[in-house]
């Protein structure tokens, strides 16, 4: 099971045989104030530049998200897309729930890229996402994340989870969509308000992967909200969310790439941690 993204010319191809690939998070106006701030004043210089420090920290996609108040998505999304693409040539994810600047951003894409492949963030089980995204997905040959979630919200067990990715799943092959190109997200919640909140979702990926077989994404970050050390809480998890399926998680790549990397090491997912010490070396390098 191979999902293919590409930029302008870079290709990245997830799947269970091969390293994790990472997913930088850090272009979000919907988190980030800054970058929020700069939007509203016409600047994606700020964009542009978090972009160039997460590819040299290891990205191997990047998120896009420029959804904040007072920002029209329908103007701005597409920009932003154009300026990252044109700068940094790996794929990128286009995070947004308006599905005209969707629309405008992968046809933005699509003319900068011709031959590239995105992925968009996110379809989930809503009739409305399904209907609304996944044709534009089959039509620019996009790839989807599949939110394990529908109109009752987030479910509460790993069998109703799985059984909304099964209908992500169908409801794309009916859109035109391949079963490799749908990335799914079991979906993290806190362990402080459920305790039983981080075994649901790691056993709801290992349903996935061993039913479905497609590839499948995380953000680790809820699970530890409300708790302190924060970010030991997110590696464990982590750590427990790869060996069940997880192969390309969304993360801070500055912070989690070295402890994703040692995790492949362990898994065997990088064999003899060629790319562990490849990687090293190349710190040491840029340290001398």
Do not use: H
Not at 22 to 40: N, P, V, W, Y
Not at 256 to 267: A, C, K, N, Q, T
């Amino acid at each position: 099971m191979e999902t293919i993204l590409r930029g302008r010319e870079t290709a990245v191809i997830i799947s269970p045989d091969r390293p994790t690939v990472l997913i930088g998070e850090k272009i979000s106006a919907a988190a980030r104030r800054d970058l929020a701030d700069a939007l509203r004043n016409g600047d994606l210089d700020p964009l542009v530049e978090e972009a160039e420090d997460q590819v040299a920290a290891g990205a191997d996609v990047l998120e896009v998200n420029v959804g904040a108040p007072d920002v029209d998505e329908v103007v701005w999304l597409p920009k932003a897309v154009c300026r990252i693409l044109e700068t940094v040539d790996v794929p990128l994810s286009i995070d947004t729930a308006d599905f005209e600047a969707l629309d405008a951003a992968l046809e933005a894409y699509k003319e900068l890229a011709p031959e590239g492949k995105p992925l968009i963030n996110s379809v989930n089980g809503e009739e409305r996402y399904l209907e609304g995204i996944l044709p534009l997905a089959a039509e620019y040959g996009a790839a989807v994340i599949g939110m394990a979630l529908d109109d009752g919200g987030i479910p509460q067990t790993p069998e109703a989870r799985l059984a909304v990715a099964q209908k992500i799943v169908t409801r794309a092959k009916e859109a035109g969509v391949r079963r490799d190109d749908v990335i799914v997200d079991c979906m993290a919640l806190s362990v402080s308000t459920d305790p039983r909140a981080g075994r649901v979702t790691l056993e709801a990926i290992r349903r996935v992967r061993d039913e479905l077989g497609v590839n499948m994404t995380l953000g680790p970050g809820n699970v530890s909200f409300g708790l302190p050390e924060r970010e030991k809480l997110d590696w464990a998890f982590m750590a427990m969310a790869i060996q069940n399926g997880v192969n390309c998680p969304i993360v801070n790549v500055s912070q989690d790439r070295w402890f994703i990397m040692s995790v492949d090491v362990i898994l065997g997912k990088d064999e003899q941690g060629l790319r562990f010490i490849e990687t090293y070396r190349e710190r040491d390098e840029e340290a001398s």
